[in-house]
Structures are given as structure tokens and as C-alpha cells.
DNA sequence: TGCCAGGCCCTCTTTAGGGCCTT
């Protein structure tokens, strides 16, 4: 199987829900993958400029002590767009991710060029039979490697990583596909789940 | 004081409601 894309796989801890509410980043973790292999990793801590509350705290693990000295969210994402570059991207639920990495970047007035693409879609579709499609659930249930705390932003990362590339050799073994493209899992994503065998089928 | 996310997806649906996912 060949995966020609290079994606950039990235999680972030943040201090809420809602970035139109207020809440900002407190961590960014991201891996690099290239013909689907690791190539690079990215993980900063970074001070929202405010106390986080004891639920983030007990969460992620994450302390208001531990976020007193390390750069701002303006340092930390101007690093990380300069990671990313023009490569697409992926997360775990990745609405999520996508509202607070728009919203730390239009702070900075800086853009990017990727594309997202949804693990948590895409596993909906192709994992129906799953117990359910949280992050962890799905490691467990694909029978992944898991050493390590989650709800922190690289090894969240890590994992998406291990079920996105896991996701890809089903895929292309299911329906003896030569080569899955970041486009046809796009697509994928906004298929009925009756209608993906018919989809892949049809590649 | 009272407010308190948003997108996807299913169904007892579309003039709507509620569960799932993310922190």
C-alpha cells in the first residue's frame, strides 16, 4: 500500500470547549507522517496568560505551576504554523482542533493552506461495530500500543496516528485498494456509512 | 443575574431533539 500524503497529525489541550467563549491552548502536540512513517514531532507546552481551573488540571495533567514559565500561545503557534507548513492535517474529533487552531492563529494574523481530515469520522465509518469512537476506545479496540498518559497532546497525537495509519492498511486491504489518498478520505468522511462500501468499492 | 460549544449523525426527522466526541 502506498500513502503518498504527508499529513500532519495534532492534538491540542486547551483550557475549555470553546474558543468563541474564551478558552485558549495550553499544549500542542503533532507527528509528522511521510509515505507512513513518523518524520518529525512537534510538542510545546504554552501560558494562556490565566489560571486554568482544577478540571483541566485533574484532566490533562497539566498544572497552573507547570505553565508558569514556558512561552506564550503567540510564541508556541507561531513555531508550530511554521511546523506545519503547507501540509494537511488530522485530529481526533477534528472540528475541535480546527476551531482553536483558527482561532490562536487569527490572534497572530497568520493562515495556512492544509486541508483537515477527521479520524473520529472516518472511524464512525469504518469501525461501526466499535464499543464506541472515543480516542482511547478505539486504540483498545484496534489492539494499539499505549504506553503513556492520555489527554496530553503528543500522545494523543501518537495514538491518532497509530489508528490513522491503522485505518488506512483496513481500508486498503477491505476494499483492495492500492493506494488511499488524503482526498478519498475526505470524501470518505462525508459518505453515508451505508454508501462507503459502494464508495471505496468504486476506487 | 444568568448566560455557558459546535458539528456530525440518527431517528419516534426535515415546522426537532438528543447523543456522541473534543477540553
Given at each position: 500500500m502506498k500513502l503518498a500524503n504527508t499529513v500532519v497529525i495534532l492534538d491540542f489541550e486547551t483550557t475549555g470547549l470553546s474558543p468563541d467563549n474564551g478558552d485558549r491552548a495550553i499544549e500542542i502536540g503533532a507527528v509528522r507522517i511521510e509515505n507512513g512513517q513518523i518524520t518529525d514531532r512537534f510538542q510545546e507546552l504554552m501560558n494562556p496568560g490565566r489560571r486554568i481551573n482544577s478540571f483541566i488540571e485533574d484532566y490533562t495533567g497539566i498544572t497552573n505551576n507547570m505553565l508558569k514559565t514556558v512561552s506564550s500561545c503567540a510564541d508556541v503557534m507561531t513555531r508550530f504554523h511554521q511546523f506545519i507548513g503547507d501540509d494537511n492535517l488530522v485530529a481526533h474529533n477534528a472540528s475541535f482542533d480546527k476551531r482553536f487552531l483558527d482561532a490562536e492563529f487569527k490572534r497572530l494574523n497568520l493562515d495556512y493552506s492544509g486541508s483537515f481530515a477527521c479520524s473520529l469520522l472516518v472511524a464512525r465509518r469504518i469501525y461501526?461495530?466499535?464499543?464506541?469512537?472515543k480516542l482511547g476506545t478505539l486504540v483498545r479496540y484496534k489492539g494499539l500500543d499505549a504506553k503513556g498518559d492520555f489527554h496530553r497532546a503528543l500522545f494523543d497525537a501518537e495514538m491518532t496516528t497509530k489508528l490513522w495509519l491503522i485505518m488506512l492498511e483496513d481500508m486498503s486491504e477491505r476494499y483492495n485498494l492500492a493506494q488511499v489518498s488524503f482526498d478519498m478520505i475526505t470524501k470518505l468522511s462525508k459518505k453515508s456509512k451505508s454508501s462507503i462500501g459502494a464508495f471505496l468499492n468504486a476506487q
Open positions: 461501526q461495530q466499535a464499543p464506541d469512537h
